[in-house]
Structure formats: structure tokens, C-alpha cells
């Protein structure tokens, strides 16, 4: 198993490496293209009357039910898919402030994992999952900067098995650049919340120079890429690399210092403020805050980003959690009830997209 793992690993870097170019400012270039008139079904409710959804995870085994948190209530919810709602627990030592409150989810055999805001910084903490309840807390990670800004606090297992999370630089621009800090990064670990095998510093630390990622996903060949928050300019997805340093606070989208590592897709702040998303049918799907959008980036096979496609522009107001579900759709949260959005009726909802190919 071990000497499978390690060719997994040599395999997944090699592919990196391949369609990242050679210099650590190379971009891949625009090649994939969606099909004309290609676009995803209509949008059909699966939950309403929540709180701020943050992060959407699916267990295995689950009957197509989705563990869902809410970040301003601490509530960790269970949502089948024809609606009913249940409340698993609400999380002790969650302390909303700002964007911080309980943020990402991500399951694992029996045990679900929560990123949250407590009172002294953000932690990642392991519980044992049931059918109707969690149990046996455990802080994996602590430490980790919060404020009432740039969190991050998504949640992902990868296909190497290694729990994933992004954090933010909580307004604090130099901690991104700051290898000892925990902010301003994407960390990867062990279900133990030790630092995984292979990680490029020995260390928690998997990439840096990041404001604040909200989204993770991984295309069918194992590449990662990661949706990111700019500033006044530009928000980006990132095809993220292995101690690859992405650039910020020194560079907003992209630019020509080959010490950092330039975005594959990048939009105008008011068309994005990208969080949630999600791997599907050939392309990325991108839950836009500011944006009210849900973008489609098309992948062709090398990992290469086409021209991003915008749906349901200004119909459901803010999206922030996108995960994909295991019957093949896309279930996305809506954000309108955070205090940034504009509450419509039945928000916060999430809804059930069947993608487009």
C-alpha cells in the first residue's frame, strides 16, 4: 500500500509539472471550450429557511444526504434529498465574528471534520459521526489566525486521502508571504491533523501567498485548483502546486514576477468574490458572492482553463457553498441571510443543479 501511495504521489506531481510548465510564473494556456448552447438544468429547491449554508459534504454510504453547516448559528445539519432537515449538533466553542463562525465540513470513513471560528483563533476539529449525532471531539489544528476577515475555512479530502484547508490572511497582507504563519495558506494533513507525507515543507504549509480561498476541487487526473479572493481587482482560480508561492499581498492576479505563481482564470471582483466550488462533467463550478453568479470554467484534458461561462446571473442572489453530489448534480447554498446579501424568499436555500457537459 505504502509503495502504491508513493507512485500515486510521483504520478500526481509529474502531471503537475507537465501542465504547469517549468517556471513558477507559467499559466496553462485557454484551450477548453464549452459546446454551443451547453448550459446546466434549472435550479430546483432541495432545503429552505437556512442560516448562511457554508459548506456542503456528502457521506459515503448516505443515501445521497448531505452533512451542511451554517456559519452564524453553529448548527451542523443533515439534508436528504428531498428536504428534510435535521440538526446533528450545534458545534460547542463556535463563536461567529464577521466572515468567521463554522465554516467547512469534510467527511471521512466514520468521522466528520468542521472548520470553525472559536474564540481565540480557527481551528480544524475531528468528531465521530453517527446517524443522528457526533461525538468524541478532537483539535487537529489550532492556531490558525482568525478575524473579522478572510478566514478561509474549506474543508476537502483529496484523492491522496489528505485532509485539505484553506485559511486566509484575516487582513493581516504579510502573513500570506509568512511560511511560519498558518494564514494566507492551503495546509494538508493527516485524519490525525499531523502534516501529510510529502508535504514540501515538513510542515502543514502546501502552498502560500494566498488572501483568502474559500474553494477547493480536484479534476479526474488529481489536480487541484482553488478559488481565491482578490482585493479591489482581481479574483482568481489558481491550479495550485505543491510549495508553490501564489503571490499575494505582492501580486493581484496576474503578473510577471517568476517568483510567484499566476492564476489560470481570473474575473473583475464585481462579476465574482469566488467561494464554493465544485469538479463536474468536464468543468469547475464556481459559487460567485459579489458576482450572484454560478461560473463554469471548462478544463480540456491537460488541465487547461477555457473562457469561463456565467449562469443564473442576479437569480438567486449571493452563492457560496457548491459540492457535488453523488447522483451526479451540483448542490449549491445561497449566502443572502449574511448581511452582505439581500434576503428573497424561502433564503437561505440550497439548490439542485443537474451541470451541464
Given at each position: 500500500?505504502?509503495?502504491?501511495?508513493k507512485?500515486?504521489?510521483i504520478?500526481?506531481?509529474?502531471?503537475?509539472?507537465?501542465c504547469?510548465?517549468?517556471?513558477a510564473?507559467?499559466?496553462?494556456?485557454?484551450?477548453?471550450?464549452?459546446?454551443?448552447?451547453?448550459?446546466p438544468?434549472?435550479?430546483?429547491?432541495?432545503?429552505?429557511?437556512?442560516?448562511?449554508p457554508w459548506?456542503?459534504?456528502?457521506?459515503?454510504?448516505?443515501g445521497?444526504?448531505?452533512?451542511?453547516?451554517?456559519?452564524?448559528?453553529?448548527?451542523?445539519l443533515?439534508?436528504?434529498?428531498s428536504?428534510?432537515?435535521?440538526?446533528?449538533?450545534?458545534?460547542d466553542?463556535v463563536?461567529?465574528?464577521?466572515?468567521?463562525?463554522?465554516?467547512g465540513v469534510?467527511?471521512?470513513?466514520?468521522?466528520?471534520?468542521?472548520?470553525?471560528?472559536?474564540?481565540?483563533?480557527?481551528?480544524i476539529?475531528?468528531?465521530r459521526?453517527?446517524?443522528n449525532?457526533?461525538?468524541?471531539?478532537?483539535v487537529?489544528?489550532?492556531?490558525?489566525?482568525?478575524?473579522?476577515?478572510h478566514?478561509?475555512g474549506?474543508?476537502?479530502?483529496?484523492?491522496?486521502?489528505?485532509?485539505?484547508?484553506?485559511?486566509?490572511?484575516?487582513?493581516?497582507?504579510?502573513?500570506?508571504?509568512?511560511?511560519d504563519s498558518l494564514g494566507?495558506?492551503?495546509?494538508?494533513?493527516?485524519a490525525?491533523?499531523?502534516?501529510?507525507?510529502?508535504?514540501p515543507?515538513?510542515t502543514?504549509?502546501y502552498?502560500?501567498?494566498?488572501r483568502n480561498?474559500?474553494?477547493?476541487?480536484?479534476?479526474?487526473?488529481?489536480?487541484?485548483?482553488?478559488?481565491?479572493?482578490g482585493?479591489?481587482?482581481f479574483?482568481?482560480?489558481?491550479?495550485i502546486?505543491?510549495?508553490?508561492?501564489?503571490?499575494w499581498?505582492?501580486?493581484?492576479?496576474?503578473g510577471?514576477?517568476p517568483?510567484?505563481v499566476?492564476?489560470?482564470?481570473t474575473?473583475?471582483?464585481s462579476?465574482?468574490?469566488p467561494?464554493?466550488?465544485a469538479?463536474?462533467?468536464?468543468?469547475?463550478?464556481?459559487?460567485?458572492?459579489?458576482?450572484e453568479?454560478?461560473?463554469?470554467?471548462?478544463?480540456?484534458?491537460?488541465?487547461?482553463?477555457?473562457?469561463?461561462v456565467?449562469?443564473?446571473?442576479?437569480?438567486?442572489?449571493r452563492l457560496?457553498?457548491?459540492?457535488a453530489?453523488?447522483?451526479g448534480?451540483?448542490?449549491?447554498?445561497?449566502?443572502?441571510?449574511?448581511?452582505r446579501?439581500?434576503?428573497?424568499?424561502?433564503?437561505?436555500?440550497i439548490?439542485?443543479?443537474?451541470?451541464?457537459?
Amino acid at each position: 500500500m505504502e509503495h502504491m501511495r508513493k507512485l500515486w504521489t510521483i504520478a500526481l506531481l509529474t502531471a503537475l509539472t507537465a501542465c504547469s510548465g517549468s517556471t513558477a510564473g507559467g499559466e496553462v494556456t485557454p484551450t477548453a471550450a464549452l459546446s454551443p448552447g451547453s448550459r446546466p438544468g434549472e435550479p430546483k429547491p432541495v432545503a429552505t429557511g437556512l442560516a448562511v449554508p457554508w459548506g456542503i459534504a456528502f457521506p459515503a454510504g448516505g443515501g445521497g444526504a448531505a452533512l451542511v453547516t451554517e456559519r452564524d448559528t453553529g448548527r451542523l445539519l443533515k439534508v436528504s434529498p428531498s428536504g428534510q432537515v435535521s440538526e446533528l449538533a450545534r458545534i460547542d466553542g463556535v463563536r461567529p465574528d464577521g466572515e468567521g463562525g463554522l465554516m467547512g465540513v469534510a467527511v471521512k470513513d466514520a468521522h466528520v471534520f468542521v472548520y470553525y471560528t472559536a474564540e481565540q483563533d480557527n481551528r480544524i476539529v475531528r468528531y465521530r459521526l453517527g446517524d443522528n449525532a457526533i461525538s468524541e471531539p478532537k483539535v487537529l489544528v489550532q492556531g490558525i489566525p482568525k478575524g473579522g476577515i478572510h478566514n478561509g475555512g474549506r474543508l476537502a479530502f483529496g484523492p491522496d486521502g489528505h485532509l485539505y484547508a484553506t485559511t486566509g490572511e484575516t487582513g493581516d497582507t504579510q502573513l500570506a508571504q509568512r511560511r511560519d504563519s498558518l494564514g494566507g495558506k492551503i495546509l494538508r494533513m493527516t485524519a490525525d491533523g499531523a502534516p501529510a507525507p510529502g508535504n514540501p515543507f515538513g510542515t502543514l504549509v502546501y502552498s502560500y501567498g494566498h488572501r483568502n480561498v474559500q474553494g477547493l476541487a480536484w479534476d479526474p487526473a488529481g489536480r487541484l485548483y482553488a478559488s481565491e479572493f482578490g482585493a479591489n481587482s482581481f479574483d482568481e482560480v489558481n491550479l495550485i502546486r505543491p510549495g508553490a508561492n501564489y503571490g499575494w499581498p505582492e501580486v493581484e492576479g496576474r503578473g510577471d514576477d517568476p517568483r510567484f505563481v499566476n492564476p489560470i482564470v481570473t474575473w473583475r471582483t464585481s462579476e465574482a468574490s469566488p467561494s464554493g466550488m465544485a469538479y463536474a462533467n468536464g468543468s469547475l463550478w464556481v459559487g460567485a458572492l459579489r458576482g450572484e453568479r454560478l461560473w463554469q470554467v471548462p478544463l480540456s484534458q491537460d488541465g487547461a482553463a477555457g473562457e469561463p461561462v456565467a449562469h443564473f446571473t442576479d437569480a438567486y442572489g449571493r452563492l457560496r457553498a457548491v459540492a457535488a453530489a453523488p447522483g451526479g448534480t451540483l448542490w449549491v447554498g445561497t449566502s443572502n441571510e449574511d448581511g452582505r446579501g439581500s434576503p428573497r424568499a424561502g433564503d437561505d436555500k440550497i439548490l439542485s443543479i443537474a451541470p451541464a457537459g
